[in-house]
């Protein structure tokens, strides 16, 4: 089984930043796909960032060049680079990662991590 813990949410003024952690633990033999989603009081959950196991990344329109998403396979560890924040980013942040363990193919979720934006 394949557990994600994010870190790194905290309250920020606007135009702050913040750089969130995803690390994996667990017998991962590869990570394919890792994204970054958030949901906000009130509202589904929407997918902030994606980056794929050859780099390719894609992002929500609203964060496009705000956020950044990076990886780091050596230490199974995936961070949300996030600059310029305004308070509609205010949200619990999820990571998910999709590979093959131990175990076979994966599908995981982190439990989440809170941004809050606010003066």
């Known amino acids: 089984q394949v557990q994600l813990v994010e870190s790194g949410g905290d309250l920020v003024q606007p135009g702050g930043s913040l750089r969130l952690s995803c690390t994996a633990s667990?017998?991962?033999?590869?990570?394919?796909?890792v994204g970054w989603y958030r949901q906000a009081p009130g509202k589904q959950r929407e997918v902030v960032a994606t980056?794929?196991?050859?780099?390719?990344?894609d992002y929500v329109d609203s964060v496009k060049g705000r956020f950044t998403v990076s990886r780091d396979n050596a230490k199974n560890t995936v961070y949300l680079q996030m600059t310029r924040l305004n308070p509609e980013d205010t949200a619990v942040y999820y990571c998910?990662?999709?590979?093959?363990?131990?175990?076979?193919?994966?599908?995981?979720w982190g439990q989440g991590t809170q941004v809050t934006v606010s003066s």
């Open positions: 667990g017998t991962i033999f590869r990570i394919n796909a």
């Open positions: 980056m794929t196991s050859d780099g390719y990344t």
């Open positions: 998910n990662a999709k590979g093959t363990s131990g175990l076979g193919r994966f599908d995981s």
